[in-house]
């Protein structure tokens, strides 16, 4: 069955950065793009950014540019995430989604369980 | 950026009750409209896609409707386990803005 299986919570302090992995299982990993979401506690949900494994080709929310990196090594069928230059403010759950690539009509269908990134001095 | 706004923030309503949520975008994004449903400490679940087709396995009593700037989400019989929050998304291009939600208290 399709499986998207997220690294544990982090405890980081500000200024440092987060790398969150997303291993995919239960399907073909280059055939779906994998979407980065988190939510902070009590808000709602937001968009990181996005990444096609086959082409590698990324994109990423405005408000993220220079600070987030969204790879993949195609040899295990995982998706990383990192964050730089952490505030307060990025302590949330990370969420990794997949979303069949070749479909524009596609939504995400599968979503990771959740990576809780804790920013505190 | 295209910006979503939902309404209402929060919905109280009873079993057997017709509930509709409204997602609005800043410009058109024809039909690149999904919705989501998501409980308390779980990752949320895709219920309609393309603004009105349902996702396999999802009751009917979940409908979608609307193109461009104004989409609806209708729950026909509210059922006691759709309680939750739901979000529209969007995605006309690669990135997927979400509204800010709707919180379904039963």
């Known amino acids: 069955q399709v499986q998207l299986v997220q690294s544990g919570a982090e405890v980081k302090k500000p200024g440092a950065s987060v790398k969150v992995s997303c291993k995919a299982s239960?399907?073909?990993?280059?055939?779906?793009?994998i979407n980065w979401v988190r939510q902070a506690t009590g808000q709602g949900l937001e968009w990181m950014g996005w990444?096609?494994?086959?082409?590698?080709?990324?994109g990423y929310a405005q408000k993220f540019q220079g600070r987030v990196t969204i790879t993949r090594d195609t040899s295990i069928s995982t998706a990383y995430m990192e964050l730089s230059s952490l505030r307060s403010e990025d302590t949330a759950v990370y969420y990794c989604?997949?979303?069949?690539?070749?479909?524009?009509?596609?939504?995400?269908?599968?979503w990771g369980q959740g990576t809780l990134v804790t920013v505190s001095s | 950026d295209v910006q979503m706004t939902q309404s209402p923030s929060t919905l109280s309503a009873s079993v057997g009750d017709r509930v509709t949520i409204t997602c609005r975008a800043s410009?058109?994004?024809?039909?690149?409209l999904a919705w989501y449903q998501q409980k308390p400490g779980k990752a949320p679940k895709v219920l309609i896609y393309?603004?009105?087709s349902l996702e396999s396995g999802v009751p009917s009593r979940f409908s979608g409707s609307g193109s461009g700037t104004e989409f609806t989400l209708t729950i026909s019989s509210l059922q006691p386990d759709d309680f939750g929050t739901y979000y529209c998304?969007?995605?006309?291009?690669?990135?997927?803005?979400f509204g800010q939600g709707t919180k379904v208290e039963i």
């Open positions: 989604a997949r979303r069949l690539y070749y479909d524009s009509s596609a939504p995400y269908d599968y």
């Open positions: 990444m096609n494994p086959n082409s590698g080709n990324t």
């Open positions: 239960g399907y073909t990993f280059t055939n779906y793009d």
């Open positions: 393309k603004a009105s």
């Open positions: 998304q969007q995605y006309e291009s690669y990135s997927g803005t």
């Open positions: 410009h058109s994004i024809s039909t690149w």
